[in-house]
């Protein structure tokens, strides 16, 4: 793992212990680079055609302040429960402008979705006759579709991988006369115009992505055919695209996606369809960090150990899947500047009170001590947006920051941290 701090990292945190952010009471606060958040979403619409409208995944990140940047720079927002379908309307986005997933919508949230125009994908046939119990009494402007499993396999992580032959979402393709259904459906509801399909995210190639794209696109081509009309419209393909946790380098890109997408499904381009996208994690992620302080170190049975204020309340896939999930971790001293000196073997611990609340084993860096600092690299996407509420530890204060190096203008995004 790469724990060099880039020199924009490096001002920021510099800036932060200087403004006071980094105090007593606040021994952990979240930042966001606005300016690279913008690049990042700038870099997704320029690598794609026009005809490609991407919604922002926001399970990656519910903040309020930051749905309503995204919102500002031009995408939509998929959402998965009720409580992100709120958040969504409080940003701002309006019924055409979310996307409505999940597979276990209650009716509540179909209600929701149809009577506010939201695009809505229906995961599995019962879902579907509650739609069409719905319709039956009333009228919606929605785009409504079925998802589909194409059951192209799962990649390196087995929990992020959606289209396995036995994963809980969608309509699995291959199973029993599900391709007959599939199209009987089309065939008897001229309102399902839109067919979705989400492949996986973590740990999946893009090989594998674009192979169940590959088998939504043809699947759409035979359903317009055999109902002698183009009744599908939209196509949406999830997200799913892998963040490298290991440096800075942004691998792979939203083109090499691309490039994927165009060997692979060449006809997705073709303008025949309107495509909708749900990236999240490849968006925010490297946009961010976490700054903690060491509050305590130990040597136990010979092994240095640094005490932080960031653990599994902040990191929790970090913590409970150390191997899947590793973040970088670099060492800050006490006045939030890179750290020199030796590199020694050591574990970074966080507060929570059990064994295993470690976000870094084993990791060689300049010998921690109390008072100094760590940087938890590329966690603006779910690490301290959706906090693993352990020991009733709170949410972390969170700032935006834009600018150049030398005049950086911080914002509050979410001020949370307060001791009882």
């Known amino acids: 793992m790469d724990d060099t701090v880039s020199p924009r990292k490096a001002a920021i945190a510099a800036r932060a212990f200087k403004d ?10 979240g930042v966001i680079d606005t300016d690279a958040l913008r690049g990042t979403i700038d870099d997704l619409r320029s690598s794609f055609p026009n005809f490609f409208q991407h919604a922002f995944a926001a399970k990656a990140n519910t903040m309020p302040a930051v749905l309503n940047l995204i919102r500002g720079w031009g995408m939509s927002c998929e959402v998965a429960s009720p409580g992100e379908y709120q958040a969504a309307v409080r ?17 509540w949230e179909i209600n929701a979705a149809l009577s506010h125009g939201a695009t809505l994908n229906i995961d599995n046939f019962q879902e579907l006759a509650r739609v069409d119990a719905w319709l039956a009494k009333g009228k919606s402007k929605s785009i409504i579709g079925l ?10 992580i087995a929990a ?3 289209a396995t032959l036995s994963s809980k979402f969608g309509i699995g393709l291959e199973d029993g ?11 008897s509801r001229p309102w399902l115009t839109c067919l979705h399909t989400h492949v996986g995210s973590q740990g999946c190639p893009l090989d594998l992505i ?6 939504t696109f043809a699947l759409a081509q035979e359903i317009n055919a055999s109902l002698g009309r183009k009744q599908i419209t939209t196509l949406d393909i999830g997200g799913g695209l892998p963040v490298n946790f290991e440096s800075d380098v942004v691998t792979p890109s939203f083109g090499d996606y691309v490039a994927a997408l165009r060997a692979g499904i060449p006809g997705l381009f073709a303008g025949e369809f309107r495509v909708v996208t749900e990236f999240g994690r490849s968006v925010l992620a490297k946009a961010g960090f976490i700054l ?5 170190t130990k040597e136990q049975g010979g092994h240095p150990i640094a005490i932080t204020h960031a653990g599994a309340q902040v990191a929790t896939r970090t913590v409970f899947m150390p191997d899947l999930w590793k973040i970088r971790v670099s060492a800050l001293d006490a006045q939030a500047r890179p750290k020199k000196g030796p590199k020694v073997v050591q574990d970074v611990a966080g507060p929570c009170c059990f064994a295993g609340d470690v976000v870094a084993h084993a990791r060689a860096l300049p010998l921690l001590e ?28 969170v700032y935006g920051v834009s600018g150049p190096d030398q005049g950086l203008d911080f914002t509050t995004m979410q001020q949370e941290h307060a001791l009882v």
């Open 370 to 397: 109390p008072g100094d600092f760590v940087m938890l690299h590329d966690t603006a996407a779910y690490y301290f947006s959706t906090p693993f509420v352990y020991n009733s530890l709170p949410a972390i204060s």
């Open 91 to 107: 940003a701002g986005f309006t019924g055409g402008e979310i996307v409505f997933d999940s597979p276990a919508k209650t009716n």
């Open 160 to 162: 992020m991988s959606t």
């Open 147 to 156: 998802r589909i499993n194409p059951q192209v396999g799962g990649g390196a």
């Open 292 to 296: 903690a302080r060491v509050e305590y």
């Open 210 to 215: 674009a192979a169940g794209i590959a088998k």
């Open 20 to 29: 006071g952010l980094l105090i007593e009471e606040a021994p952990l606060i």
């Open 177 to 187: 006369d599900n391709r007959q259904q599939i199209i009987n459906a089309y065939a």
